[in-house]
T-cell receptor
Framework: NAGVTQTPKFRVLKTGQSMTLLCAQDMNHEYMYWYRQDPGMGLRLIHYSVGEGTTAKGEVPDGYNVSRLKKQNFLLGLESAAPSQTSVYFC??????????????FGPGTRLTVL | AQSVAQPEDQVNVAEGNPLTVKCTYSVSGNPYLFWYVQYPNRGLQFLLKYITGDNLVKGSYGFEAEFNKSQTSFHLKKPSALVSDSALYFCAVRDGNAGNMLTFGGGTRLMVKP
């Protein structure tokens, strides 16, 4: 099992450009999440999905969109990148929201720089 | 609202000594508490979690954490630190009565010196 994978690993964008980050998991998890990590701020939830075809806003959703067309994939889009979106982005997945099965498993991250 | 505080940005400890990384939390319902570790240029790895029951939770790599309801704390501990334990540690909390959103602390960098 590959677990949670993220594509690409690194990316540099100019202000105003768009891009899509891909997250894939092979654990048949229902829940998927996108976080951003900034120094000293821990991880903050951008958007999440509780199943195929569903998405919901997290703590910091502005400037991002997501889609979950297939259960195993969760896409994060930036329509018009801004320097404030320079960050490391992590995808995670969990089997469900129950207390036994809610442990989140993380991908290796995507380092995004917006100039 | 739920929140987590990790009061120390960095903890330094000598190899072989015990280590403690502190975490306090605030939730309105029942807390589910987690510790994750992040090695350089890697994603977060799950270490352990508390749901209910025994206040001392044992996890991966010899780590354990003690849940203290009265002090709203969930400190991470290890009896004997290794240089390879040097990493960034995150505490996280979920309100058991309010969905599946995890709130993370700001992280504590653990430095274990030989």
């Amino acid at each position: 099992n590959a677990g949670v994978t993220q594509t690409p690993k690194f990316r540099v964008l100019k202000t105003g450009q768009s891009m899509t980050l891909l997250c894939a998991q092979d654990m048949n998890h229902e829940y998927m999440y996108w976080y951003r990590q900034d120094p000293g701020m821990g991880l903050r939830l951008i958007h999440y999905s509780v199943g195929e075809g569903t998405t919901a806003k997290g703590e910091v959703p502005d400037g991002y969109n997501v889609s979950r067309l297939k259960k195993q994939n969760f896409l994060l889009g930036l329509e018009s990148a801004a320097p404030s979106q320079t960050s490391v982005y992590f995808c995670a997945s969990s089997y469900s929201a129950g207390p036994i099965t809610d442990t989140q498993y993380f991908g290796p991250g995507t380092r995004l720089t917006v100039l | 609202a739920q929140s987590v505080a990790q009061p120390e940005d960095q903890v330094n400890v000598a190899e072989g000594n015990p280590l403690t990384v502190k975490c306090t939390y605030s939730v309105s319902g029942n807390p589910y508490l987690f510790w994750y570790v992040q090695y350089p240029n890697r994603g977060l790895q799950f270490l352990l979690k508390y749901i209910t029951g025994d206040n001392l939770v044992k996890g991966s790599y010899g780590f354990e954490a003690e849940f203290n309801k009265s002090q709203t704390s969930f400190h991470l501990k290890k009896p004997s630190a290794l240089v390879s334990d040097s990493a960034l540690y995150f505490c996280a909390v979920r309100d058991g009565n309010a969905g599946n959103m995890l709130t993370f602390g700001g992280g504590t960098r653990l430095m274990v010196k030989p």
